[in-house]
């Protein structure tokens, strides 16, 4: 059964940085499609970043230059380096994958992958 845990949510100051991992277990791939997603109160949830089976990296236009995804398939680990932290960065951040054959509907979300439990992030000014 494929798990994901997301960990290094937090509380930091406006203009930090903190990093997040999501370490994906009980695969039977060792090259997912894996996304980040954000939530906070009273708002949709939206993509922010994604790393495909390619390698190929997606930003939301509103994390270009201030978040950086990384993924190291022999882990099945993804990473989200965010930079210059803002108030609207607040959410609880949800990582998704999906396994190499199946489709993926943005940011490797799927309704056949799999999502974590979800890390706070909290920002303060």
């Known amino acids: 059964e494929v798990q994901l845990v997301e960990v290094g949510g937090g509380s930091q100051q406006t203009g930090g940085s903190l990093t997040l991992a999501c370490v994906l277990t009980g695969g039977a791939y060792n090259n997912y499609c894996m996304g980040w997603f954000r939530q906070s109160p009273g708002k949709a949830r939206e993509g922010v970043a994604a790393i495909d089976t390619d390698g190929d990296t997606t930003y939301a236009d509103s994390v270009k230059g201030r978040f950086t995804a990384s993924k190291d398939n022999a882990k099945n680990t993804l990473y989200l380096q965010i930079d210059s932290l803002k108030p609207e960065d607040a959410a609880v951040y949800y990582c998704?994958?999906?396994?190499?054959?199946?489709?993926?509907?943005?940011?490797?979300?799927?309704?056949?992958?799999?999502w974590g439990q979800g890390t706070q992030v909290t920002v303060s000014s």
């Open positions: 998704t994958a999906v396994q190499p054959d199946i489709p993926t509907d943005g940011y490797c979300s799927s309704r056949f992958g799999y």
